[in-house]
Every structure is written in C-alpha cells, then in structure tokens.
C-alpha cells in the first residue's frame, strides 16, 4: 500500500509530538524532586526506546492487511502484540537505566528507589502508547485501503458503461438508422403512406431493441416478428434487391431463444450478400426443432473471389458466439460454412427442458 | 446544361436527389448507377459534370471507384455515417452530404460547386489526392478496358514501375495501374509487402530464396521463378522483415 501514517506530510508533526513528549517527561521527573541531569538522561533513555518500539510498530503494521472480516481477531492480537511489546520495552528500559546510570552518576540511591516506584507507570504509558500508535496506523490503513477500493470499483463501473454503451452503439447501428431515415425523408413527398408505415416499422423496432432483457429468453415466434420489422425496413431500403426466403418448422416456433439474437447475424449476411454481389440477393432463414434444440441456418450469397471473410461478419460472429457460450457454457453453438457461393451460418440453442 | 450523374445502391437514396434536383432546370440527369462498375462506365460515356456518389456499396466503394477514372470529375459525396468525412475531404470532394440532409444543405452543396467552377475551369485536382492518400489496402482495384478486377493483396506476387504506371504481378500476368510506388509502398503492410528495389515492391511470402548475383548485389527468386533484383538498401530491408 502506498499511503502509509509516516508519509513525509506527517513527519514534522510526529517529530514535534516526540519532542514535546520528552520534554515533559523531564519535567515530570524534575517536579518529583530528582536534578535535572538524571531527568534528562532518563527521559532521553526512556523515550528513545519507546519511540523504536513505536516506530518498530508502526512499520509492522503496514504489512498487516487491515481487512474488515478479521478486524475483530487483528484488533485483539494487536493488543497482545502492543502488550507485549510494551511489557520488554519496559524492562529493558528499567534494566538500562538501573544498569548505566549508577555509572553516569554518583549519587543513584534516589534514583533507583524512584525508579522502582514508577516502573509501573512506565510500563502503563508504554503499553497505552504503543497500543495508540497500532490502532492509529490500522485506522489509517484501512481507511487508505477503502479509498483505494472505491477508487477501483468507481474505475470498473466506468468500463462496464463504456461497454455497455458500445453495445447499445451495435444494437442501435447507425448505419442502418441513418439510412432508414434517409429513405423516409425520400418517401414523405412522394409517397407519404408508405412513409408513415416505414416510420412505424423503425420505431417498433427500436422500441424492440430497447426493452428486450438480454437475460431472459422468448420464444423463437416473437424473435422472428422482431426480425420481420427488421427485415420490411431494408426490404424498402433494397427494393427489388433484397429477396426473403423463410423455411419454418412449425413445432420450432415455441422454442426459446435469447432475444435479439437472430437480427445481428441477418445484418451480416445482408450485408455481406449486398456488397459483396451486384445483382439480386436471396437470404434463406430455415429453423427447425433437431435433437430438441432449437436449429437456425442463415445463407447469403457471396463472391469467394473477393469476400474478405475476416472483415466486418467476424466481429458480429464472435459477440454472438461469445453471448452463448455465457448463456450455455458451449462453444460450438456458432458455426459457419461455405458451398460454392453460399456462406452458411448456423446456430444451434439448446433447449433446458 | 450541366450534365450530373447519380450513384447510390438505395434506389430512394437516389430519388431524394432526383427530387432536390428539379428545382434545377439547368442540371440535367445523364444516369442513375446503383454501384461502382455502373457508375465507372457511366462516368466514362458521358463526362459528367458533377456526380452524386455514395461511398458504401456493392463490391466497390465509392472511393475505390474515383481511383479507376482517368479524368477530373467534381464529386459531392452523400453518405450516411461519417466516418469517412476526413478522407472524402482530403479527396477534394466538393462536398460531404450527410443522410439525411434536408434541402438547404443541398442546395448549399451545389452552390459551393458552382462556385468552384466559376472560379476556376479546371476542377479540383481531386483525382490526384485521391491518389496520394494511401490507408491499409488489402485488396486493389484496376481496370483493363472495360473490365473491372478485384486484386486481393495476397494474390500479388510483385509491383513493378512502369512510366506512370505501375504493373501489378498475379498468377494470371499483370495489371496496370496509374499509381506510384511510394503510394503502394505505404498502402500495403509493411510486412507482408517490401520495396526492394526503386522499381519493385515484393510479397515476402511469395518469396524462395536469395541468390547472389554478380559481386556485390542479390536477386530474390520467387515461387513463379521469377528474380527480382534487390538494390542495397531493399536488401536490408528485406532482411529485417525475414527477422535474418
């Protein structure tokens, strides 16, 4: 973790604290009747250590992961741990004054006896203190932690609506809107009925697009209308170009499908047979119930002399195989096929019951 | 009379145009083309003034189309997605018009154009930028007589300058196109296509070996047998795309 308590903004304040805490202890001794040289040796002593063990804490508790499950148990073994740093601090703070100072000083017989009375306190402060700098540093690394999680999570819920964006961006094609539109604006002087109606099919369609939860599936009969209003709409962009050929089972129709599934790959192969031929273009939709899933294939023409199967049909290809590999953890539900020149795709849904 | 041309694949794409055009008497309407190989002919039997052209459609697009007309033509590009604004600009294209434009916008196309061909007799050098603004190419078209052909690059085997031209090698012979070296040289990918030499550019994979040739210099020898001379720098060049 990169924030930490001793960051460089902290340490002048940490310092003055020090600072400040050794001067009273000198003063504290002082008031008790000892001279001021064996105050300040014994505070000097006395502090110093404890500021190690502080800092030693300190540092420990960095790598100590302030997680919020275990708080409970990491607050009670910080306390031992404070504890027992506290009760050896205290000793050998005891154990070095009572052995160095007889050898600084000449006269120690009241030092000694003052020392053996406030061993006690000593070890009380040490402990509080030490316990305070854990908790403090646990306070603030949590609390670095949670900024840094809010952080990330802000971070991923921006990429999951950059993604979804760029999916309502597919869904909406503005190609197709744009040019759909270019067609009613050309219909609406001459021919204003049938205008009306291509304005109509496009917003059913859109309305069609945008309420339809992706989670839950409807059956192949209500995709195929969805589809249908699709299919009128370029049927009046194309003209005469565009033929239909619609091979249905009848028993396929109340099968489930995942919504809006069939439009994009019917896109493709519009698409694809549109502009990679000149003359008329026949797409062939055939369903049928086999094995008790659900087969869909969908052939366009094309040109195997100039047809770059790599542009444009793959990346529609490989978000619908993705789609169903999510919804049925399979990852030969999408195949595609080519006969002379027709490019087959076929899909397969599996059926849960 | 000024004579325009309209191509669209849309039949009523091409309607709204007709239908904006009437206010116009003195334009008239030599041909409606629903793709490229239409419009090529078209453009090339009446010499239009003007032409009205979509950019997606059949088998070529719009742009691939300018490329196999030999002569200035005032083009105003009607399009519905604009991703292809910069580069119908950096084609000197008269105009951009955006699906669906209204009729203001229209007229304010035709008005720029007419601007322009008052102030100046010969059109915009649109032909030559078209010419000069390579993107990633992966497949080429050309022209012989009135055929139209579509290269995909993996079936070129080498270019090779010719004056203005430049031949384009398949299995089948060659092609003629009027672009320059440096044109293909920065439209194809760099490492599937090296200049190695001033006059040719290569297909490393159709490559066999290197020979030497004489003291000094090198010849590449190809799948079909036939040896491309390799100049000093090309043969460096061509040894850091084989990683040698």
């Known amino acids: 973790m990169e924030a930490h308590l001793l960051h460089k903004k902290n340490k002048i304040l940490i310092l003055i604290s020090a600072l400040g805490w050794w001067l009273l202890h000198v003063l504290a001794l002082y008031k008790l009747g000892l001279n001021i040289k064996i105050a300040l040796i014994d505070s000097t002593v006395n502090n110093s250590l404890l500021f190690a063990v502080c800092f030693g804490t300190s540092h420990m508790m960095r790598w100590l992961d302030p997680d919020k499950k275990k708080a409970s148990i990491k607050i009670v073994s910080l306390s031992l741990i404070a504890f027992f740093c506290a009760k050896i601090a205290a000793l050998i703070i005891a154990a070095l004054c009572t052995s160095l100072l007889p050898h600084l000083l000449n006269d120690t017989a009241a030092y000694t006896e003052m020392l053996k009375k406030t061993v006690l306190i000593r070890f009380a402060i040490a402990l509080l203190l030490i316990t305070w700098v854990a908790l403090a540093n646990w306070f603030f690394n949590s609390l670095s932690q949670q900024q840094a999680g809010e952080k990330q999570k802000n971070d991923s819920e921006k990429l999951l609506r950059e993604a979804e964006l760029m999916d309502l961006r597919q869904q909406l094609q503005p190609h197709f809107l744009f040019n759909s539109l270019n067609s009613i604006n050309a219909l609406v002087v001459t021919k204003p009925e049938e205008a009306r109606k291509m304005i109509q099919q496009l917003s059913g369609f859109l309305r069609g697009t945008l309420k339809k939860d992706e989670q839950t599936f409807i059956s192949f009969q209500e995709e195929l209308k969805h589809l249908q209003l699709y299919l009128e709409i370029e049927k009046v962009r194309f003209g005469h170009r565009l033929h239909l050929d619609f091979l249905i089972d009848e028993d396929s129709c109340c099968l489930l499908i995942p919504p809006l599934l069939l439009q994009p790959i019917v896109e493709n192969a519009i698409k694809f047979g549109l502009y990679d031929t000149t003359g008329e273009v026949t797409i062939k939709i055939i369903a049928k119930k086999e094995n008790k899933n659900l087969k869909i294939n969908i052939s366009n023409p094309f040109d195997p002399e100039t047809a770059q199967p790599n542009k444009g049909i793959g990346f529609g290809l490989s978000s619908i195989n993705r789609r169903l590999y999510l919804l049925f953890y399979q990852n030969n539900l999408v195949q595609t096929s080519t006969h002379e020149n027709t490019f087959t795709t076929t899909l397969i849904i599996p059926q849960s019951s | ?244």
């Open chain 2, 1 to 244: 009379m000024k004579k325009c041309i309209i191509i669209d694949d849309e039949p009523l794409a091409r309607s709204i145009v007709k239908e904006y055009l009437q206010a116009h008497p003195e334009m008239e309407i030599a041909q409606e083309c629903s793709d490229g190989f239409e419009g090529v002919k078209a453009i090339m039997q009446h010499k239009p003034d003007l032409i009205f052209l979509d950019i997606q459609m059949p088998k070529i697009t719009g742009f691939e189309m300018l490329e196999l007309i030999d002569f200035p033509v005032s083009v105003i590009f009607t399009t519905a997605f604009d991703e292809y604004a910069i580069k119908a600009f950096e084609t000197h294209a008269v105009d951009y018009l955006l699906k669906p434009f209204n009729k203001e916008r229209f007229e304010k196309a035709l008005a720029k154009w007419e601007q322009n061909a008052a102030k100046e007799d010969t059109v915009p050098p649109l032909l030559e930028q078209a010419h000069k603004q390579p993107e990633e190419a992966h497949r080429v078209v050309v022209k012989n007589g009135s055929n139209i052909k579509i290269i995909p690059i993996n079936d070129i085997h080498y270019f090779e300058a010719y004056d203005d031209y430049v031949k384009i090698f398949t299995k089948e012979g060659y092609s003629l196109k009027k672009k320059t070296m440096n044109y293909f040289e920065q439209s194809l990918p760099s490492h599937q296509f090296v200049r190695v030499h001033r006059s040719y550019i290569v297909q490393v994979a159709q490559i066999t070996k290197i020979e030497v040739f004489e003291k000094d210099s090198h010849v590449a020898v190809l799948k079909s047998g036939v040896k491309i001379p390799l100049s000093k720098t090309g043969y460096g060049k061509l040894k850091e795309v084989l990683g040698l």
